[in-house]
């Protein structure tokens, strides 16, 4: 899963990267207001479903031709910050999904664990220091004022992955 401004950043593909193939993963991507390009990579993949989760209903034609070029198109109730993701999950559990790896921005993960459903992280840290008041944050969303009020993880690993380091561990909510 990701956001809107990860598929015009980035323009990922959102497919499997495991050693020998595999199946790819149903893609999902939070749209709001069907900004998604229609030549963006992650709708152009061969294997795999993508649906697009949005709050516009206005868009009729574009969630039809969406829709005609076989991509699923949910349009839900919306939030503050856009698709209500309580109401994602509760859609994508009622079509068997299990499992979601969010990678999307700061306002996605934060949406995330706002909700409380994040089970398990993983967190890649590169050796760079950013900062400045208008340096990006890895997870927006409503925060918490106090360190002990921030989410613990248990049973933490740290490995390395080349010059990174992942941070692997499991919420306690």
């Known amino acids: 899963m990701v956001g809107i401004g990860t598929v015009l950043r980035d323009d990922p593909s959102l497919t499997t990267r495991l050693d020998g193939g595999g199946r790819s993963p149903l893609r999902v991507i ?10 963006a990579r992650v709708l152009a993949q061969p294997d795999g ?8 209903m206005s868009s009729a034609d574009r969630v039809r031709g969406l ?3 076989g991509i699923d198109v949910a349009v839900l109730p ?4 856009g698709v209500d993701l309580g109401e ?21 993960l934060g949406s995330a664990f706002d909700l409380h459903v994040v089970d398990k992280v993983v967190a890649m840290v590169a050796p760079r220091v950013l900062g400045g008041s208008e340096a990006p944050t890895a997870v927006a969303g409503r925060g918490v004022s106090q360190l002990d009020a ?11 992955s080349g010059p990174d380091v992942v941070i692997t561990g499991y919420c306690v909510w």
């Open 150 to 160: 921030a989410v613990p993880l248990r049973d933490v690993e740290v490995d390395a």
């Open 67 to 69: 829709r005609d070029a």
């Open 88 to 108: 994602l999950m509760r859609v994508l559990g009622e079509r068997a999904v299990t499992s979601v790896l969010i990678e999307g921005g700061p306002r996605v």
């Open 30 to 39: 939070l749209d709001s207001r069907l900004r998604v390009p229609s030549d």
């Open 78 to 81: 919306g939030s503050d910050d």
């Open 49 to 56: 479903a993508v649906l697009i989760a949005t709050t516009d």
